[in-house]
């Protein structure tokens, strides 16, 4: 049996019978359309867009690789998932640890 955890308040989702909300989160890199020049769309698209990161950051192409995108999933309770779609970036969060700190 597959075990299931939340992965914010780690309640245990299978014990609890708890409906289980997954959370996909995508990052990478925006581009302006106007960098990628004609040369570059003569090849694959995902060469052009290395060459154009290559000509404005000269980054290894390890680095290249891990800053193109990077995608998390999360498994969430009930309470978590109805928490995380208030407030996705954590803003709030961020908002009340600046605000303590003085
Ligand atoms: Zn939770």
Same mark, same amino acid.
């Not at 996909?24 to 867009?49: R, T, V, W």
């Given at each position: 049996m597959?075990? $299931?955890t939340? #992965?914010? &308040?780690? !309640? =245990?989702?299978t014990?609890s019978?708890?409906?289980r909300h *997954?959370v996909?989160?995508?990052?990478? @890199?925006?581009f302006? @359309?106007? +960098?990628?020049?004609?040369d =570059?769309? #003569? #090849?694959? @698209?995902?060469?052009a867009i290395?060459? *154009?990161?290559?000509r404005?950051?000269?980054l290894?192409s390890d +680095?290249?690789t891990?800053?193109?995108s990077?995608? $998390?999933? $999360? #498994?969430? &309770? @009930?309470? &978590?998932?109805?928490k995380f *779609?208030?407030d996705p970036?954590?803003?709030e969060m *961020?908002r009340? $640890?600046d605000f303590? !700190?003085n």
């Amino acid at each position: 049996m597959v075990h $299931f955890t939340c #992965d914010l &308040c780690g !309640k =245990d989702l299978t014990a609890s019978g708890d409906r289980r909300h *997954v959370v996909k989160i995508e990052a990478y @890199p925006g581009f302006d @359309p106007n +960098e990628i020049k004609e040369d =570059d769309l #003569d #090849d694959d @698209p995902m060469e052009a867009i290395t060459r *154009v990161l290559e000509r404005d950051q000269a980054l290894s192409s390890d +680095e290249i690789t891990a800053s193109l995108s990077k995608s $998390f999933r $999360f #498994d969430l &309770c @009930p309470d &978590c998932h109805k928490k995380f *779609v208030n407030d996705p970036l954590g803003k709030e969060m *961020v908002r009340l $640890f600046d605000f303590s !700190k003085n």
